[in-house]
């Protein structure tokens, strides 16, 4: 079946999270990078799951045993302007599983480019509300192959999204935050002429359904904002799309839902100005064509100024 990737679904999920001295930031997240600061991260993530969601159905492949994806992500933010910010990352990626004759693959997964701008920041009470937009843009870095699930490394399509990021922080530095997204994709090509999902087409373009993402956070800052440490919750839901036949192979353009539990601490060492790591992980609840993965990330993310 086919797996969401990280890049597709804009690094809603934690193992993207970058974790930097109070100014790091994702497309998620409620953080600013200042004017001229660089932020540089590189994120690992080892997700795993050997159960999944054939539509509705829950169960287990001998064909596939336990299936491995492996991520290492570079990524950069850039304070711009201000209230206005870059973000860029292309991930590498790796599948494999435990059973079966079939072989992973390895490479490049989806380029990823955002900007993220500040629409409200003002003072309430004690605390501080923001409200960020952030649009991005996604797409193939290499030549992978899209209908080849579970292994495939991505969709395969351009992907536009529109995101809307609400926080509040009160001065203790415990803060709650809202996130939705609506993602427009583009088709995508398979390397045969003729599918059939609920009808045959004789064409090897898929038209890939829409989708939208949401997420809610709970953190608190602690240590004088040298330690953050949060707990989410987030899902996705496609508009459209088609379930995994039974006993058939998943196809890029299946419904997908899930929704998500996970958390993250952050870490940044006084020692060393600008130095960060972070650790975060995450286990899916329920789904519809996707696999029930537990994924664990980790990483180091360095900030400094450049004008």
């Not at 969401?4 to 809603?12: A, C, K, N, Q, V």
């Not at 600008?274 to 609840?285: N, R």
Request: include cysteine.
């Amino acid at each position: 079946m086919k797996r969401m990737s990280i890049t597709s679904i804009l690094l809603m999920a934690f193992g993207v999270m970058l974790l930097l001295p109070s100014k790091a930031q994702t497309p998620t997240d409620a953080l600013m990078m200042e004017t001229g600061q660089i932020c540089l991260a590189a994120i690992y993530t080892h997700d795993t799951w050997d159960e999944y969601w054939e539509g509705t159905l829950k169960r287990n492949n001998g064909n596939i045993g336990t299936l491995t994806r492996q991520t290492v992500m570079p990524m950069v933010a850039l304070g711009v302007i201000d209230r206005v910010n870059v973000i860029a990352a292309l991930p590498w990626v790796k599948t494999q599983a435990s059973g079966g004759q079939m072989t992973g693959v390895q490479g490049l997964q989806d380029w990823g480019f955002w900007i993220k701008g500040t629409a409200v920041d003002q003072e309430i009470g004690s605390g501080k509300l923001t409200l960020h937009a952030v649009a991005g843009v996604s797409g193939p870095a290499s030549n992978y192959l899209p209908d080849y699930a579970p292994f495939n490394l991505g969709f395969g399509c351009l992907e536009g999204s529109l995101r809307g990021v609400l926080q509040y922080q009160t001065g203790s530095g415990i803060f709650v935050r809202g996130q939705g997204a609506f993602h427009l994709r583009g088709n995508s090509t398979i390397e045969r002429d003729y599918y059939y999902t609920t009808q045959g087409f004789y064409t090897d373009e898929v038209d890939m359904p829409d989708a939208i993402s949401y997420g809610a956070v709970a953190g608190i800052w602690l240590l004088n904002n040298s330690l953050k440490v949060e707990a989410m919750f987030d899902g996705l839901k496609s508009l459209g799309g088609f379930d995994i036949r039974r006993q058939d192979a998943g196809f890029p353009s299946n419904k997908m839902i899930f929704t998500r539990v996970g958390g993250g601490l952050q870490y940044y060492f006084p020692f060393v100005k600008g130095l960060g790591v972070v650790a975060s992980g995450g286990y899916v609840l329920t789904g519809r064509n996707v696999g029930q993965s537990l994924a664990l990330s980790g990483g180091i993310t360095y900030q400094f100024g450049i004008w």
